[in-house]
């Protein structure tokens, strides 16, 4: 199985900060990585996938990168509907797996 | 859009089989695969595994001896169903719709159930 190791587990940051979330596969997966974002009760919600493509209807702040074995999420101007767990999920390969999640708070 | 909604027990005794259905409305049925993915509380997500509209699965290796996963077409309906439950297998269960090819990302997912273990 392809493990997922995200970093940190949680970041703390204000309202208009930069937040990057890393990802990384313990080996390669080419850009078949997807990140989900999931708000307490909720369903988890689809971001980005093949690693820098823009769901629609999701905002521009968010964006990913990376390939083969490292990937960040990025979210350039922090607002607090962003406060969430995030996950990144490889597509590589089977079985399917996702990261432990990074928990993002507003301060 | 594709919406997707889950049914079923929310408590299960020990050793018994877990049993979800899952609705979809509003897309083709046969665009995605449509899976089962878990979330005990407070924890990361699994993926279960998924059917093709044909019938073809695709299965977790940690909980294949487990689990199987059905679909009925005339209903617009995947169901899951565990058996020999413990305590391991409380979670919220989600269905999804996963993209088909190389595109394995999940999109929808159902609002998810969730399913206790009784001793």
């Known amino acids: 199985d392809i493990q997922m190791t995200q970093s940190p587990s949680s970041v703390s940051a204000s309202v208009g900060d930069r937040v990057t979330i890393s990802c990384r596969a313990s080996q390669g997966i080419s850009s078949w990585l997807a990140w989900y974002q999931q708000k307490p009760g909720k369903a988890p919600k689809l971001l980005i996938y093949a690693a820098s493509s823009l769901q629609s209807g999701v905002p521009s702040r968010f964006s990913g990168s990376g390939s083969g074995t490292d990937f960040t999420l990025t979210i350039s101007s922090l607002q607090p509907e962003d406060s969430a767990t995030y996950y990144c999920?490889?597509?590589?390969?089977?079985?399917?797996?996702f990261g432990g999640g990074t928990k993002v708070e507003i301060k | 859009q594709v919406q997707l909604h889950e049914s079923g027990p929310g408590l299960v005794k020990a050793s018994e089989t877990l049993s979800l259905t899952c609705t979809v409305s509003?897309?083709?049925?046969?665009?995605?695969?449509w899976s089962w993915i878990r979330q005990p509380p407070g924890k990361g997500l699994e993926w279960i595994g998924y059917i093709y509209y044909s019938g073809n699965t695709n299965y977790n290796p940690s909980l294949r001896s487990r689990i199987t996963i059905s679909v009925d077409t005339s209903k617009n309906q995947f169901s899951l169903k565990l058996s020999s439950v413990t305590a391991a297998d409380r979670a919220v269960y989600y269905c999804?719709?996963?993209?088909?090819?190389?595109?394995?990302?999940?999109?929808?997912w159902g609002p998810g159930t969730l399913v206790t273990v009784s001793s």
């Open positions: 999920q490889q597509a590589n390969s089977f079985p399917l797996t």
């Open positions: 509003g897309g083709s049925f046969s665009n995605y695969y």
């Open positions: 999804a719709a996963c993209g088909m090819g190389r595109t394995n990302w999940f999109d929808p």
